[in-house]
């Protein structure tokens, strides 16, 4: 993930000119760089620590990996307690998101990626959401005005080759007999809580995967400090 952030970041000229980070909250890479480095940092003290049979590494080690798992499940309780606010700051972040559509190439290809891949939406709650963005405001006096993104666009499997132009003025009350045949026209909001509710049980699964193996790691590097300390124990008698 580290390598993969620093590589978006160098394809994008950011170590040259660090003006272009305007909003940390929208740059994906700087999301790969930071996971990246953390892992990194973590998986390094926890290897080093048991090859050399460092308990100060080994330590270091359990006081990160623990608090996090304790902020994991704080964070599980707390999403599904107070579930309309997350649902309120996903929803502002996505539309931060379409208003910078065109700022980020990384934050592009990601919307793209979740529109036409994943999800098949279009916009936060529906379609017109992409009015806020000022390429595709039917006010701008670009051909892409009153228009979304190509990637709101269903598939057609007639044409070889991807029509960028598809999504061009379908906020138009001239599509409305044809709008629901060329893009989808349901949230990105909308449909991520319906592959949620159709993927709890895979979701939940890794999760608890995930934390089972961060139990298994904070109870073998207790286990090793524990066999550490009771041989240099013996050789002091």
């Known amino acids: 993930m580290l390598a993969i952030g620093l590589w978006a970041w160098s394809e994008k000229d950011m170590f040259q000119n660090m003006s272009k980070l305007t909003n940390i909250t929208l740059d994906p890479a ?12 973590l998986s390094f003290f926890g290897c080093v620590g048991a090859l050399r049979e460092n308990t100060c590494l080994l330590l270091f080690f359990l006081v990160s990996l623990g608090p996090l798992f304790i902020l994991e499940i704080l964070l599980v309780i707390l999403g599904v307690v107070y579930r309309d606010w997350v649902r309120e700051s996903v929803q502002s972040q996505v539309k931060n998101m379409i208003v910078n559509y065109r700022d980020d190439l990384d934050l592009k290809n990601l919307v793209d990626w ?9 916009g936060v709650d529906d379609y017109k959401d992409w009015e806020s963005n000022m390429y595709f405001n039917c006010s701008s006096p670009g051909v892409e005005a009153c228009g979304v993104p190509y990637s709101c666009c269903k598939p057609d499997t007639h044409q070889e080759l991807i029509n960028r132009h598809c999504g061009f003025g379908v906020m138009k009350t001239d599509h409305d007999f044809d709008r629901g045949t060329r893009i989808y026209t349901s949230g990105c909001i909308p449909k991520g809580e319906e592959w949620l509710e159709s993927n709890i049980a895979p979701v939940a699964g890794v999760a608890v995967g995930l934390g089972t193996l961060q139990i298994l790691g904070i109870c073998f590097a207790q286990s090793l400090r524990a066999e550490i300390h009771a041989q240099r124990a013996k050789w002091t008698l």
């Open 114 to 122: 979740v529109q036409q891949e994943w999800l098949h939406c279009c």
């Open 30 to 41: 700087l999301l790969f760089i930071v996971v990246g480095m953390s892992m990194f940092i």
